[in-house]
């Protein structure tokens, strides 16, 4: 066996042991969570019956519903606001190529600290700190989003072409300017598409903040699961699929046109 | 700051060692440039062009020696000596996103109040002037294309325009045609030598064709293996000259690594 031949055999061997262990981690990870196929078949009809309770719809409450939506909508705009304007500086500062790894460091280590704890967690802690309805909600997402907004913004900033930085630079531009002109244009396009997706995701995500008193449509999950009354979830349904279209549809298009 | 004076020299090089990490690739006893001087400089490949113009224009620090451009020794942290000493990159290092005029503009960042800037709401008098560079340059009628849909030629002429927009005392441009076509190429440099001559400015070029040099510099200066090998008048630059800038390097891998080690720290010390 020639040295390279040997080479390339000890790294399909590496390969095929990495397989071989996350094969085993998901198979225990199966049997750890008591799935179970017999179960799934003998619950058919359960879940069968659940479906036929969705139709036909309550649609009586869907005017009730729409303006529980858009508060959630206004929860989701303004929490993603806020977490741009908090992200921009956090994502400078988190950007290994523009500040001292000693700053760096520790606000990648704050921030992804912040992205650790689930969003329903924060809502608790904010509707005991400041009551019941939609504000709590906003700071949890806007919380929750600067976790994730400010580290993609830094690893955004982080790839930016430094030859048009110091381009910038050389003109003798301020280091504001510098950040604005020369590394900022260029993350752009991807600043924005990204926010826009964080947007989408704070919109699902802000639904189940109801749930725990942190105001919108998540409100009415409860109750209306809560009193097995199908035909109105069956509305909410309805409604949460088309807003999350239309936005989907909506951050398509955005993206494409800053693209 | 004041104005120097045709005889004054505008970048005076003594005793300088530059390079990158450890490694020394250039080293110069002795260069000084007056103000309005076109000196070209040729060299091949790695011969330390680019090194002598990043050094100049405050990108790198100096090693070893004394440098002074435009009477001060500190030009990387200076902005205001940063303003006045434009570069021309072999890439044009162009903002990809933003409009031919918007780039232009980033040139009177310099003198321009944060504020403004920050809402890009340049005063009227940079816009005219901007516009006027654009015409001087040829490339008027195109301020509102994205820099990213225009040609290679003309991403140079605004590269060219961006570095006017300065109002720059001293002009470097570092292989600035190497990107070009043969016939664009002469083209672009006569534009660059045509600009800088109206407003009386000192011009650096890096280049790979003695016969553009001959053509359009007031100095030649020749270096190789980071050493200034020929400096004179475009004239008297002869095929033998160009051959001994062109040569294939004497200094093999060794003595290189001597070079090198002649500059490490604790010998700098």
């Not at chain 1, 989701?76 to 908090?86: D, E, H, Q, R």
């Not at chain 1, 600043?191 to 749930?211: C, H, K, S």
């Not at chain 1, 409100?219 to 509305?235: G, K």
């Amino acid at each position: 066996m020639t040295p390279l031949q040997q080479r390339w055999l000890n790294r399909k061997g590496l390969h095929a042991l990495i397989a071989a262990v996350l094969l085993a981690v998901v198979v225990w990870a199966f049997m750890r969570s008591e799935f179970n196929l017999v179960n799934l078949r003998e619950s058919g009809p359960n879940i069968l019956e659940f479906l036929t309770r969705l139709v036909p719809p309550d649609w009586s409450v869907t005017e009730l519903v729409i303006k529980a939506t858009i508060e959630t909508l206004t929860i989701a705009l303004c929490g993603t606001f806020i977490a741009v304007i908090v992200s921009l500086p956090l994502g400078f500062l988190a950007a290994s190529n523009i500040t001292p790894a000693w700053i760096s460091f520790p606000v990648k280590t704050i921030l992804g600290f912040i992205r650790s704890i689930p969003i329903i967690v924060i809502a608790v802690l904010f509707v005991a700190a400041v009551g019941l309805g939609p504000f709590p909600g906003v700071l949890a997402v806007a919380l929750h989003s600067i976790g994730m907004l400010a580290k993609f913004y830094a690893e955004e900033f982080e790839t930016a072409d430094k030859d048009i930085v110091q381009a910038v630079k050389g003109t003798g531009a301020s280091w504001l300017q510098t950040l604005q002109y020369g590394l900022f244009t260029q993350s752009k396009p991807q600043i924005v598409a990204f926010t826009i997706y964080r947007l989408e995701m704070n919109f699902r995500d802000a639904t189940v903040l109801g749930i725990v008193g942190a105001g919108g449509i998540g409100t009415y999950i409860l109750m209306y699961t809560q009193s097995f009354q199908y035909d109105r979830v069956a509305v909410l349904l309805v409604v949460i699929g088309v807003v999350v279209f239309l936005l989907d549809q909506i951050s398509f298009w955005v993206r494409k046109w800053v693209g | 700051m004041q104005p120097f004076s045709s005889t004054e020299a505008v970048i005076k090089l003594q005793s300088v060692r530059a390079g990158y990490g450890n490694t020394c690739v250039l080293s110069v006893d002795e260069l000084s440039i007056s103000s309005q001087e076109r000196v070209f400089i040729l060299g091949r490949s790695g011969s330390g062009k680019t090194t002598l113009s990043r050094l100049i224009k405050g990108r790198i620090p100096v090693m070893e020696g004394e440098l002074s451009v435009l009477g001060e020794s500190n030009v990387i942290s200076n902005r205001d000596i940063q303003r006045r000493i434009a570069m021309v990159d072999q890439d044009f290092n162009l903002i990809p996103r933003l409009t031919l005029v918007e780039n232009v503009l980033t040139g009177a960042l310099g003198r321009t109040s944060p504020f403004r800037t920050f809402l890009g709401w340049y005063p009227a008098s940079e816009w005219e002037k901007a516009e006027s560079i654009l015409a001087e340059v040829g490339l008027d009628g195109l301020g509102n294309r994205r820099i990213d849909t225009l040609s290679g030629g003309q991403q140079q002429r605004a590269a060219i325009a961006r570095a006017l927009m300065q109002d720059a005392d001293i002009i470097i441009a570092d292989e600035p045609v190497s990107n070009l076509d043969p016939e664009l190429a002469e083209d672009a440099l006569a534009l660059l030598v045509a600009c800088t001559a109206r407003r009386e400015v000192t011009l650096l070029v890096n280049l790979h064709q003695p016969r553009l040099a001959r053509k359009f510099a007031t100095r030649v200066l020749g270096l190789a293996d980071g050493c200034i090998v020929y400096d004179g008048d475009p004239e008297n630059l002869s095929t033998r000259d160009e051959e001994f800038i062109y040569r294939e390097s004497e200094l093999n891998p060794v003595s290189k690594d001597a070079l090198s080690h002649d500059t490490s720290p604790a010998k700098m010390a």
